[in-house]
C-alpha cells in the first residue's frame, strides 16, 4: 500500500434540511477483502444528488446523516484489500454504484442490478464527493485506455442510457427520448450511435438542453409549444415511434410516451415520479398491445460491455454532454448550476 493519509475532508450530509453539507473530517478507509481503496479522480453531478440536496421525502428515507454522498465517479486504485487479483494498484476504474450480493435468486438470474439485499454506493453508504473511498473490487471496472478521468466518472448515466434504450429495439428504428437531462441527452447521443434511423427529443422549454439535443443528433426537437402526441404521429406516417424512453419524471410526459408509440412497441421508463400513482393510460397500453419496462441502473455488466465499445469506437461524444468542469471545492456551486438546467452534464475533479 502506497503512503496515504489517515484522515481526509469530504463533502458529507450532516444537517436535516435542504442543502444541509459540510466538509467533514473522515479516517481514509481501508479496503476489506475483496474491496479496493480508489483514489478519486473525478465525480460527477447525479439527478440522484440533487434529490439528497433537496432533502425530499426519498432522501430523507435512503440517507443517514453522516453520509458522504456521491456515486459517478472514476479514479485509481490505490490499495488491495485481501484476496483481490483481479485489480492492480495504479488501475484507472470507474465505479457501478449498485453493490450487489451475487447470492440472491436476482442475482442469480442476471439482474444483480436489482439485487434482493442490494444498496447503492453513495447513497446508503459513504460514496465519492471524497479523496478516497473502498468498494468491492467486481464493482471497480477497468475503463477503456486513455479515456479521460471526468469522462470515465459519467458511465453511470451514459449507462442508464443504453440500459433504457435497450429495452427495445434501436438499430433501425424510431426513437424518442422524453426528458433532456444529461441522462436523455446521453440517450439522444447514444441511439444516433447504434443506428436509430430517425430520433425524436422532447423536453418542456429548457432551450439550451433542447438546442443541446440537436447537436447530439436529434431530428426533431420538441417542446411545450408543440402537440406533443400529434407532432410524434405526423413524423412516423401516423403509427408512432418504435421505442419510446421516458426519462423526466412528468405524469404529463409519460401519458405522452404511451400514446405516441406504434402498436406493439415499446415503452422504456426511467423516471422517479413525485406524485405516487401517477395517471396511466391503461386502455392505451391494452389495446395498442405495448411493451412497458421499468428501468434501474445499468445490466451487470452487458451494458457496461457495450459502453465501452461505443466509448472505444469514439461514438458517444461525451465533450457535448459534459458541459461544465469545476474543482471539488466548488461542489455547492455545482449542486445549484446543476439545479438551474443551465447546463449538461457537471463534474467535480480532485487533485490527485
Not at 452487458?302 to 469514439?314: I, V
Request: charged fraction near 20%.
Amino acid at each position: 500500500m502506497e503512503s496515504l493519509p489517515p484522515t481526509m475532508t469530504a463533502w458529507t450530509k450532516t444537517r436535516d434540511e435542504q442543502g444541509g453539507f459540510s466538509l467533514a473530517e473522515h479516517s481514509v478507509p481501508s479496503p476489506a477483502a475483496g474491496e479496493v481503496l480508489i483514489q478519486t479522480l473525478s465525480t460527477s453531478v447525479c439527478g440522484t444528488d440533487l434529490h439528497i440536496w433537496k432533502w425530499d421525502e426519498w432522501s430523507r428515507e435512503n440517507v443517514p446523516l453522516g453520509t458522504i454522498t456521491g456515486h459517478e465517479t472514476s479514479g485509481r486504485v490505490v490499495a488491495l484489500g485481501e484476496g483481490v487479483t483481479t485489480h492492480s494498484v495504479g488501475d484507472h476504474v470507474a465505479i457501478e454504484c449498485h453493490l450487489a450480493c451475487w447470492e440472491c435468486p436476482r442475482c442469480e438470474e442476471g439482474n444483480a442490478h436489482i439485487c434482493e439485499n442490494g444498496s447503492i454506493f453513495g447513497v446508503h453508504g459513504h460514496g465519492a464527493f471524497a479523496p478516497y473511498f473502498a468498494i468491492p473490487a467486481t464493482n471497480a471496472r477497468h475503463v477503456p485506455e486513455g479515456l479521460d478521468p471526468g469522462h470515465a466518472s459519467i458511465q453511470d448515466p451514459l449507462g442508464n442510457a443504453i440500459h433504457t434504450l435497450t429495452g427495445g429495439p434501436v438499430q433501425g428504428s424510431t426513437v424518442a427520448i422524453h426528458g433532456l437531462g444529461p441522462i436523455g441527452l446521453f440517450a439522444v447521443n447514444a441511439a444516433k450511435a447504434m443506428g436509430a434511423t430517425h430520433i425524436i427529443a422532447v423536453d418542456w422549454d429548457n432551450t439550451y438542453r433542447m438546442e443541446l439535443a440537436k447537436e447530439l443528433g436529434a431530428d426533431i426537437v420538441l417542446g411545450k409549444d408543440d402537440d406533443i402526441v400529434a407532432a410524434i404521429l405526423e413524423a412516423t406516417e401516423g403509427r408512432g415511434v418504435d421505442n419510446s424512453c421516458e426519462f423526466s419524471g412528468s405524469p404529463t410526459a409519460l401519458s405522452n410516451t404511451i400514446h405516441s408509440t406504434r402498436m406493439g412497441g415499446y415503452v422504456n421508463v426511467l423516471s422517479v415520479y413525485g406524485q405516487a400513482m401517477p395517471a396511466v393510460p391503461m386502455n392505451e397500453v391494452v389495446f395498442r398491445y405495448l411493451h412497458i419496462k421499468g428501468i434501474n441502473g445499468r445490466k451487470m455488466w452487458s451494458t457496461w460491455d457495450k459502453m465501452h465499445d461505443l466509448l472505444e469506437q469514439g461514438l458517444i461524444d461525451v465533450d457535448k454532454v459534459l458541459t461544465h468542469r469545476m474543482p471539488i471545492a466548488q461542489f455547492e456551486q455545482a449542486i445549484e448550476l446543476a439545479l438551474s438546467g443551465n447546463c449538461g452534464k457537471v463534474v467535480l475533479d480532485f487533485d490527485a
